[in-house]
């Protein structure tokens, strides 16, 4: 088992700025790819982006592509996201992910975290 716990999130202007962390527990974190989903209301989750194992390659959904970085810590267990240039529409529950090996930019994650509220205030 692996457990995820986010901080991080809060409430933030438009056009701020916001850092996400999730810390990994359980098992060998650099096993695991890592990902980060949100969830708005009334909507599906979705993918935001995702990193491998050694963090050398990275991914991001279109819609934050240039705006949230993704990075890891295999030292300190833990996954970041840095939210710059924060909208409206990214407010949402995110959630941190871990995946055995293989990094996916779909929801086919083998662990979750309980996610951290983002909201951005116009």
């Known amino acids: 088992q692996v457990q995820l716990v986010e901080s991080g999130g809060g409430l933030v202007q438009a056009g701020g700025s916001l850092r996400l962390s999730c810390a990994a527990s359980?098992?060998?974190?650099?096993?695991?790819?890592m990902g980060w989903f949100r969830q708005a209301p009334g909507k599906e989750r979705e993918f935001v982006a995702a990193i491998s194992r050694g963090g050398t390659s990275t991914y991001y959904a279109d819609s934050v592509k240039g705006r949230f970085t993704i990075s890891r810590d295999n030292a300190k267990n833990t996954v970041y996201l840095q939210m710059n240039s924060l909208k409206s529409e990214d407010t949402a529950i995110y959630y941190c992910?871990?995946?055995?090996?293989?990094?996916?930019?779909?929801?086919?994650?083998?662990?979750w975290g309980q996610g951290t509220q983002v909201t951005v205030s116009t």
């Open positions: 359980g098992r060998p974190f650099s096993n695991y790819a």
């Open positions: 992910a871990a995946k055995w090996v293989v990094v996916v930019t779909t929801s086919q994650y083998d662990y």
